[in-house]
């Protein structure tokens, strides 16, 4: 899988995260970019996972080749025209952040509930042990604390996106009518929904303003308001959501091993949902 060379001065830059950045085709509406900004192998794992994704049938952008500029490379995928993600959706109209909400956690239930074939994705427990083995802010006690709270979780063999964001989720809609999908799939695997639902709370619950504000497009009142329509939507109107917040604060904290392997810092703010429990 050889990059194509393209000029990035043919797409029109339109967002950026942690790893990268997105861009339009300035002539082609048909054409959208994503560049990474440092891990070149990152782009073709995601391409490699994004092609087994959509040949699923998991509803997700189709991907196309793998690019460069030269100096950086990314995948061009067909671009879906007048998309939102529910995180802008929510920032935008927050008088429907329940509905988004409910509206997401529909899709995700969806998702969790698909089987894969097991020898074409990573298990998640695998990926959770190679990101805590590299990590260099734990200690040897804690790592073999949380590796010993990875392994006693449920065995699944079902979908898990693996970045489970509300900024992950885009739909567009149509005379009243939104069709939704899921982006950025270099971490999809499978597994225990819980691994993919602390992220969902983290996003929702456990940033600081600014974060929420810059990143999500929303306070952290509505995103909380998302994850109080959330919950019961997903896990059902009998369960106790208590416990289950309890339970997902853990799964949240796990994904400080993901926040530390990207940003190359300790991230004390979530550790914490880890101590007392896991170390």
Same mark, same amino acid.
């Not at 830059?13 to 959208?32: C, F, L, P, Q, V």
């Not at 891990?39 to 794992?45: H, K, L, S």
């Not at 600014?210 to 959330?230: I, K, V």
């Not at 530390?260 to 979530?270: G, S």
């Given at each position: 899988?050889?990059?194509?060379?393209?000029?990035?001065?043919?797409?029109?830059?339109?967002?950026?995260?942690?790893?990268?950045?997105?861009?339009?085709?300035?002539?082609?509406?048909?054409? %959208?970019?994503?560049?990474?900004?440092?891990?070149?192998?990152?782009?073709?794992?995601?391409?490699?996972?994004?092609?087994? @994704?959509?040949?699923?049938?998991?509803?997700?952008?189709?991907?196309?080749?793998?690019?460069?500029?030269?100096?950086?490379?990314?995948?061009?995928?067909?671009?879906?025209?007048?998309?939102?993600?529910?995180?802008?959706?929510?920032?935008?109209?927050?008088?429907?952040?329940?509905?988004?909400?409910?509206?997401?956690?529909?899709?995700?239930?969806?998702?969790?509930?698909?089987?894969?074939?097991?020898?074409?994705?990573?298990? @998640?427990?695998?990926?959770?042990?190679?990101?805590?083995?590299?990590?260099?802010?734990?200690?040897?006690?804690?790592?073999?604390?949380?590796?010993?709270?990875?392994?006693?979780?449920?065995?699944?063999?079902?979908?898990?996106?693996?970045?489970?964001?509300?900024?992950?989720?885009?739909?567009?809609?149509?005379?009243?009518?939104?069709?939704?999908?899921?982006?950025?799939?270099?971490?999809?695997?499978?597994?225990?929904?819980?691994?993919?639902?602390?992220? @969902?709370?983290?996003?929702?619950?456990?940033?600081?303003?600014?974060?929420?504000?810059?990143?999500?497009?929303?306070?952290?009142?509505?995103?909380?308001?998302?994850?109080?329509?959330?919950?019961?939507?997903?896990?059902?109107?009998?369960?106790?959501?208590?416990?289950?917040?309890?339970?997902?604060?853990?799964?949240?904290?796990?994904?400080?091993?993901?926040?530390?392997?990207?940003?190359?810092?300790? %991230?004390?703010?979530?550790?914490?949902?880890?101590?007392?429990?896991?170390?």
């Amino acid at each position: 899988m050889e990059p194509v060379l393209i000029n990035l001065d043919d797409y029109e830059r339109t967002g950026e995260g942690a790893n990268g950045a997105s861009y339009n085709h300035k002539t082609d509406k048909n054409i %959208m970019l994503k560049m990474y900004f440092r891990n070149f192998e990152a782009a073709r794992q995601e391409l490699e996972v994004a092609q087994k @994704v959509y040949a699923m049938g998991i509803p997700t952008p189709e991907p196309g080749d793998l690019v460069t500029d030269g100096k950086a490379m990314g995948i061009r995928f067909r671009r879906i025209d007048g998309k939102k993600s529910y995180s802008r959706a929510c920032g935008d109209n927050p008088e429907r952040t329940e509905e988004y909400a409910r509206e997401f956690a529909q899709l995700c239930k969806k998702l969790h509930a698909t089987h894969v074939d097991t020898t074409q994705f990573e298990n @998640v427990k695998d990926r959770l042990y190679a990101m805590l083995a590299a990590n260099p802010y734990f200690t040897d006690e804690q790592k073999r604390k949380i590796h010993d709270f990875i392994a006693a979780a449920p065995d699944a063999d079902t979908a898990i996106h693996g970045d489970l964001q509300f900024g992950n989720g885009i739909f567009v809609e149509k005379d009243g009518v939104r069709t939704p999908y899921f982006i950025d799939l270099g971490d999809f695997c499978y597994g225990y929904p819980m691994f993919d639902l602390g992220m @969902v709370y983290l996003c929702c619950c456990l940033n600081d303003e600014d974060w929420t504000q810059t990143q999500n497009h929303m306070s952290n009142a509505t995103a909380r308001r998302f994850w109080d329509a959330f919950a019961p939507e997903y896990f059902g109107p009998d369960a106790d959501l208590d416990e289950i917040e309890k339970t997902v604060r853990i799964y949240a904290g796990l994904k400080t091993l993901i926040i530390e392997r990207d940003t190359h810092c300790a %991230m004390p703010q979530f550790r914490a949902m880890l101590e007392g429990v896991v170390y």
